[in-house]
């Protein structure tokens, strides 16, 4: 149980243009999701987090215009990355708590390549 | 602060060997999870395990063994008999009560394990 599927798994887009990247809960309901980044041989940094039907809460130096957040559903959450840029090449990974538990999860990421 | 420390960047061993991965943390709050994630090559994080920080009792679950100390706010994951299906990065992971549950990764342990 408590499954997150993500995709796409990986994506390569032109810089400039817009990705989204989705995850979707399938078993559960997920009242709050948090998105990571993680460069190359580098940890995960939480990006936001995202409750459902509100405004996601981003960390000091995400730009919010830049990396959109939508959690407009208890099993859908969606991050689009605006006008792409080499810079933003990167593993993009969501993780999600699940109701009434102390339990995470996490999708299997999506490695996002801007060229 | 909340932080996470894992000072081993990259460890190497002989199949077969025991191997303790460090993980040193630091938190205000009283009420709070740690976690171990395995990271392998294909991106995606497996949970390895939970632990509240009420309870400081010690988990085997086969070759794997935590060991919680919260007098030296330590949480250190040992595998027996290591395996090359081992090799992977390792996480060390905070989840304080306060701050909306976010979770603080350390910095990752890479562990390889040869034949």
């Known amino acids: 149980g408590a499954v997150v599927s993500q995709h796409p798994s990986w994506v390569i887009c032109k810089s400039g243009t817009s990705v989204k990247i989705e995850c979707r809960s399938l078993d559960f309901q997920a009242t709050t999701m948090f998105w990571y980044r993680q460069f190359p041989k580098q940890s995960l940094m939480l990006m936001a987090t995202s409750n459902e039907g509100s405004k996601a809460t981003y960390e000091q130096g995400v730009e919010k215009d830049k990396f959109l957040i939508n959690h407009a559903s208890l099993t859908l959450s969606t991050l689009t990355v605006t006008s792409a840029h080499p810079e933003d090449s990167s593993f993009y990974i969501c993780s999600a708590r699940v109701r009434d538990s102390y339990g995470y999860t996490f999708g299997s990421g999506t490695r996002l390549t801007v060229v | 602060a909340q932080k996470v420390t894992q000072a081993q960047t990259e460890i190497s061993v002989v199949e077969k060997e025991d191997v303790t991965l460090d993980c040193v943390y630091e938190?205000?709050?009283?009420?709070?999870?740690l976690f171990w994630y395995k990271q392998p090559p294909s991106g995606e994080l497996v949970f390895l395990i939970r632990?509240?920080?009420?309870?400081?009792q010690n988990e085997i679950s086969g070759r794997y063994s935590w060991n919680f100390q919260k007098s030296t706010s330590s949480f250190n994951f040992t595998i027996t008999a290591s395996q090359v299906v081992d090799s992977a990065v390792y996480f060390c992971?905070?989840?304080?009560?306060?701050?909306?549950?976010?979770?603080?990764f350390g910095a990752g342990t890479r562990l390889f394990v040869k034949a």
């Open positions: 992971a905070l989840s304080p009560n306060t701050g909306g549950f976010k979770t603080i």
């Open positions: 632990r509240n920080s009420f309870d400081e």
């Open positions: 938190t205000r709050d009283t009420t709070y999870y």
